[in-house]
């Protein structure tokens, strides 16, 4: 199994660019999440999905969108870029009964920097 | 709103010294507890979960942690830390509403 793989792992952007980061699981999880890492602040949900074509906002989701058409993608999409979506963004998927959470299981993150 | 809050933001050690991070959250009904590490250059991997039953959890690499209902806490420890350990800790938090609420990070240093 190659457990949660996200592309690129670097990624440069100007500001108002818009691009796209990938996320896929092998492991059959309905729950998918995308995550931004800053300094001092911990991990911030943007996004989340219990399934299939079942998306929902988190914490801080101003500025993505995100879309679940199958099992195994669940992409983020910036709009517009601005500096201050300069981040590490991590990927996440579990099972989830009833809203409770399992062990989430990260893929190895995206370093963004915009310009 | 619901919150995490970890004690320490950088914790500085000797290899064999004991560990303890405080991590305290906001109430707001039944609770799934998860600490989980991140080293340095890589993903975050759990350390240890809990859901119910006993409020002493044991995970992986010695660590375990208390789960105190009454005080809204959920601290980590470890009897002797190695160099190994050298990494970021986040205590993290679900209120069985699909989503997972970190602390900020407690970065631990264990010199040699």
């Known amino acids: 199994n190659a457990g949660v793989t996200q592309t690129p792992k670097f990624q440069v952007l100007k500001t108002g660019q818009s691009m796209t980061l990938q996320c896929a699981q092998d492991m059959n999880h309905e729950y998918m999440s995308w995550y931004r890492q800053d300094p001092g602040m911990g991990l911030r949900l943007i996004h989340y999905?219990?399934?299939?074509?079942?998306?929902d906002q988190g914490e801080v989701p101003n500025g993505y969108n995100v879309s679940r058409s199958t099992t195994e993608d669940f992409p983020l999409r910036l709009l517009s870029a601005a500096p201050s979506q300069t981040s590490v963004y991590f990927c996440?998927?579990?099972?989830?009964?009833?809203?409770?959470?399992?062990?989430?299981?990260f893929g190895p993150g995206t370093r963004l920097t915009v310009t | 709103a619901q919150s995490v809050s970890q004690h320490n933001h950088h914790v500085i050690l000797s290899e064999a010294a004991s560990l303890e991070l405080g991590c305290n959250y906001s109430?707001?009904?039944?609770?799934?507890l998860f600490w989980y590490v991140q080293y340095p250059g890589q993903h975050l991997q759990l350390l240890l979960k809990?859901?119910?039953?006993?409020?002493l959890v044991k995970g992986i690499k010695g660590f375990e942690a208390e789960f105190i209902k009454s005080k809204f806490s959920f601290n980590l420890r470890k009897p002797s830390v190695q160099w190994s350990d050298t990494a970021e800790y986040f205590c993290?938090?679900?209120?069985?509403?699909?989503?997972?609420?970190f602390g900020a990070g407690t970065t631990v240093t264990v010199r040699a």
């Open positions: 999905s219990v399934g299939a074509g079942i998306t």
């Open positions: 809990y859901f119910s039953g006993d409020p």
């Open positions: 993290a938090v679900n209120w069985n509403d699909y989503k997972l609420s």
């Open positions: 996440a998927s579990s099972y989830s009964i009833g809203g409770r959470l399992y062990e989430q299981y």
């Open positions: 109430y707001g009904g039944t609770v799934n």
